[in-house]
């Protein structure tokens, strides 16, 4: 928790939080938190610190998003959950703790990643796009849809999305609570992309312009483009998922054909390194 804590500060100062704000959120004292900024903080093996670091990114980006202190203690359960189910925290925890089986961690921490829990996480994520008030001008004509799927998806029914999608309510963003088999098309790229890059468990899909294309640019991501002026959203999923063969890639623009509106798609891990995209890409807008 220290290590976990100093990341945190580090990354929220290097956001231009004051050491005061950043004590307040953390609940620690500024003495603490001047301690953590100038290093003075245990260090941890490099394998266990990246685990660590990965977490602490999450954390800082729902905290620069406004998450309340009861979504960042839901979130950060779930994290401290998800650490010691993983090989590596478990294993640097029997060290720590003198332990020698294996299986000791996995019975404590049972977490295997479940239904209830990826509807929570997208839950999340969405409530803290509905907040960002700059999202409304990168809606599509035809919404935007948020997904987030289980590990090894095999049909529609095991990807998470908003129900009729996003969308705005008297000049506000608004959407209905996720659901598992609200959407067919976003999904059936998480179904197809988990063949090939099971890694990419979600994506967002947001209009595309030049404008939107050069910001693309500017941000550094890596993008690559999808052209066909006559193809149905089967061919169209098809085309995104050989995109990934060739690479990994942080964005597929859609350029458009017959009946198909022009859309980005953001993709990542998870619902939190898609908003993290998002909140790259708007500074570049």
């Not at 829990?117 to 994520?125: F, I, P, Q, T």
């Amino acid at each position: 928790m220290p290590a976990l804590r100093a990341r945190i500060a580090s990354i929220l100062y290097g956001e231009g939080f004051t050491q005061a704000k950043i004590a307040e959120i953390l609940d620690i004292t500024q003495a603490m938190v001047s301690k953590y900024l100038s290093g003075k903080s245990k260090k941890l093996p490099p394998n266990v610190q990246k685990l660590v670091d990965k977490i602490a990114e999450e954390i800082a980006n729902l905290i620069l998003y406004g998450a309340g202190k009861e979504e960042l203690i839901k979130f950060n359960t779930q994290k401290f959950m998800e650490f010691f189910e993983s090989d590596i925290g478990c294993k640097a925890y029997l060290q720590y703790a003198g332990l020698e089986d294996d299986s000791f961690c996995r019975e404590l921490f049972n977490v295997t990643p479940s239904r209830s829990g990826v509807l929570e996480m997208l839950n999340l994520a969405l409530g803290q796009l509905l907040n960002d008030d700059k999202f409304i001008d990168l809606l599509p004509e035809i919404r935007s849809n948020f997904v987030y799927s289980i590990p090894n998806p095999k049909d529609y029914r095991d990807v998470a999305a908003v129900p009729g999608r996003i969308t705005i309510v008297k000049g506000k963003l608004f959407a209905l609570p996720p659901e598992f088999g609200a959407s067919t098309h976003t999904a059936t790229i998480l179904i197809e992309l988990a063949k090939i890059s099971p890694q990419i468990r979600s994506v967002l899909n947001i209009k595309f312009d030049n404008r939107i294309r050069h910001a693309l640019e500017r941000a550094g991501f890596k993008v690559t483009e999808i052209i066909g002026e006559k193809r149905d959203e089967e061919q169209t999923v098809k085309m995104i998922a050989e995109k990934f063969r060739e690479n990994k890639w942080d964005a597929v623009i859609d350029r458009g054909a017959f009946g198909i509106e022009p859309v980005v798609y953001i993709f990542g891990k998870n619902p939190m390194e898609v908003l993290k995209k998002l909140k790259k890409l708007e500074k570049f807008l």
